[in-house]
């Protein structure tokens, strides 16, 4: 393996693990940002010694070890020793010595995920909602401040002052980050939810870098919801959730052909779809209708209801876009979204036709959050390209690929304009 392949190996497995160390070690010193510092510190020392030494076998074990050791150094030798200090190294060399055996007490036993416990340590009651997210993606889902940004539809700027501000705050108010109580687990869960649904979405359609979807990502918020799922039963919302994800991810594989290049949903391989996964979808979409009863749906049953339309249509041609479009026009009353406006929109043109959507989309040029948002000239051009307004189209398309931050969504945004230079020649 050459030295750059090597590298952007070792950059894959260190984002990959960096959530499970934190969270691990804020099981031992109860100090995020502490827990973030040696984090850091053994990701210096992987990059400083792997690319010599090889890739350990076990990655993530080394990390943990190399954080924990790295712990005990700097609180042996570091100049604000106290007994506080003194305490923490000794706990993590118990934790060292143990190897994580050691007893939890009755909350990390009813988490038993040192991820998703850090999420909820993350999502601190003292922080605002979107401080919560904003932290949380960038500690526990492992986004960058520009693809959390890109999330948001904010500057990046934006979510960095966010990130700053939380931290700076809980210091200031000299409340600790700690595990919550089980009975504080609901005050917290729609941010955690939250958190789950961005990183998966990074995932499901990559906002930057260079594949079309990263099914890693994808993968770990699945695993997550999961076990929320099994923890908080009987909230509706974590199996609405569940399900959303899991149809979702059951047409990765189909969105990209043999060479990386996107395949939009209607022309999907349908048979390329992973059953077990609608399957398991349609079982959690069951039990968030289950568990709600007679309360109105939320926002991710209802997103989750779209996805199961799209899975249980044989073709796109008997896709029931009528309902999709009312469906949509539910999670716009409940939400005021003007991304699910969009998608909305796109649903209409689908059921009604082009020129039933294109004032819809039209429309939303005065939102402001949407100004850099590639989807809205995107989706303009493909309508204006149906309607057979083929200039109007290409410059759209061009508009779309200059928004764009994915090469491979950029490129696909070109070609689709060339496609309609080529029609005004033809």
């Not at 350990?56 to 150094?73: E, F, K, Q, S």
């Not at 309360?295 to 339309?309: F, R, V």
């Not at 041609?317 to 796109?346: F, H, K, M």
């Not at 959507?357 to 959050?369: D, H, K, M, Q, Y």
């Amino acid at each position: 393996m050459d030295t750059a392949a090597l590298h952007r190996t070792i950059e894959t497995l260190c984002r990959e693990e960096l959530p499970k160390i934190i969270g691990g070690l804020m099981r031992v010193v109860r100090d995020l940002d502490l827990a973030e510092e040696l984090a850091q510190d053994a990701l210096v020392a992987a990059l400083e010694r792997w690319p010599r030494d090889g890739l350990p076998d076990n990655p993530g074990a080394w990390l943990m070890t190399a954080a924990r050791n790295r712990g005990i150094d700097r609180l042996r030798r570091g100049r604000l020793l106290d007994a506080r200090h003194a305490e923490l190294a000794r706990e993590i060399e118990q934790a060292q010595r143990e190897a994580d055996a050691r007893a939890q007490d009755a909350l990390d036993d009813a988490i038993g995920d040192d991820v998703l416990r850090l999420m909820f340590v993350a999502c601190h009651p003292a922080l605002t909602v979107g401080s919560q997210v904003a932290l949380t993606l960038r500690m526990v889902g492992g986004l960058t401040t520009d693809e959390i940004a890109r999330a948001f539809l904010v500057p990046e700027a934006t979510i960095a002052q966010r990130i700053v501000r939380a931290k700076k705050g809980i210091a200031k108010a000299g409340t600790p980050f700690e595990v919550p109580q089980r009975a504080d687990l609901p005050a917290r869960l729609a941010a955690v939810l939250h958190v789950l649904y961005l990183v998966f979405n990074e995932g499901f359609a990559a906002s930057s870098g260079d594949d079309w979807a990263r099914p890693d990502l994808c993968a770990e918020a699945l695993r997550l919801v999961r076990v929320l799922a099994g923890l908080m039963p009987h909230e509706a919302e974590v199996h609405a959730l569940e399900s959303l994800m899991a149809l979702q991810a059951s047409r990765l594989d189909a969105r990209v052909d043999a060479d990386g290049h996107p395949v939009l949903l209607p022309d999907q391989d349908r048979s390329r779809w992973h059953r077990h996964l609608i399957d398991a979808g349609l079982a959690a979409l069951a039990r968030a209708q289950t568990a709600r009863g007679a309360a109105p749906p939320g926002a991710y049953e209802l997103q989750a209801a779209i996805a199961a339309c799209h899975a249980l249509a044989p073709s796109a041609a008997t896709t029931d876009w009528t309902r999709i479009a009312a469906l949509y026009g539910q999670l716009l009353a409940l939400t005021g979204s003007p991304v699910v406006a969009l998608n909305r929109a796109v649903a209409v043109g689908m059921a009604a036709g082009p020129a039933a959507a294109l004032p819809l989309v039209e429309a939303l040029g005065s939102e402001s959050t949407l100004a850099d948002y590639h989807l809205l000239p995107g989706v303009r051009a493909d309508l204006l390209a149906k309607l057979g307004r083929h200039a109007d189209a290409a410059a759209a398309f061009e508009q779309a690929a200059s928004l764009a931050r994915n090469p491979r969504e950029r490129d696909w945004l070109d070609a689709r304009a060339e496609e309609c230079r080529a029609q005004l020649s033809a």
